[in-house]
């Protein structure tokens, strides 16, 4: 179904419109913009990733998980 979906031919086509809709001048902004965000976003994600488990005390005691 999708075989095929970016050819050349495809992505030049695509490169145009946006060329025509956002000029020249502004084409480097957006992909800048674009660029950051992706990086903004993948940070974000690694740092949820590396943040320890928060244990909440009166919970872990119901399920006995702490021994006192």
């Known amino acids: 179904m999708f075989e095929g ?8 086509v695509i490169f145009g419109i946006a060329l025509l809709v956002f000029g ?3 084409l ?5 913009g674009i ?8 940070s974000a ?3 949820e990733e590396e943040k320890p488990a928060i244990v909440i005390p009166s919970v872990a005691n119901d399920r006995g ?3 006192e």
Not at 5 to 12: G, N, Y
Not at 28 to 32: F, H, I, T
């Open 5 to 12: 979906l970016f050819q050349p031919m495809h992505l030049l």
């Open 24 to 26: 020249p001048k502004k």
């Open 28 to 32: 480097p902004e957006l992909g800048k």
């Open 35 to 42: 660029g950051e965000g992706i990086r903004g976003f993948k």
């Open 45 to 47: 994600m690694k740092a």
């Open 65 to 67: 998980l702490i021994k």
